[in-house]
Nanobody, 124 residues
Framework: QVQLVESGGGLVQTGGSLRLSCAAS????????MAWFRRAPGKEREFVAG????????WYANSVKGRFAISRDNAKNTLYLQMNSLKPEDTAVYYC?????????????????WGQGTQVTVSA
């Protein structure tokens, strides 16, 4: 199984930027893609962005397209999420997820491995 540890969350003003990181360890060779999800208070877990671990192809939720960028460093086994032009509605706990073999998926049930989450708060 892959172990995932997120970092980089915090408090930022509207329009600001943050970069989240997710360090992966363990059986990282078994993952075909990784993704970021988020859960806002009182809401369901929501897909944010995904990336193919080898090819680097990425896909995004419409709500973040053009503002967020997902990337990975295979040598460091680290996943990133660059978040720009942040809005109060981006406030949530952000989770990285891995070990899926389903291409281009936004379904959290397709990801067996999850990190503990990192809080992102965007003030108005």
């Amino acid at each position: 199984q892959v172990q995932l540890v997120e970092s980089g969350g915090g408090l930022v003003q509207t329009g600001g930027s943050l970069r989240l990181s997710c360090a992966a360890s363990g059986r990282t060779f078994s993952t075909s893609a990784m993704a970021w999800f988020r859960r806002a208070p009182g809401k369901e877990r929501e897909f944010v962005a995904g990336i193919e671990w080898i090819g680097g192809g990425a896909w995004y939720a419409n709500s973040v397209k053009g503002r967020f960028a997902i990337s990975r460093d295979n040598a460091k086994n680290t996943l990133y999420l660059q978040m720009n032009s942040l809005k109060p509605e981006d406030t949530a706990v952000y989770y990285c997820a891995g070990e899926t073999k389903v291409a281009l998926t936004a379904n959290p049930n397709d990801f067996p491995s999850w990190g503990q989450g990192t809080q992102v708060t965007v003030s108005a």
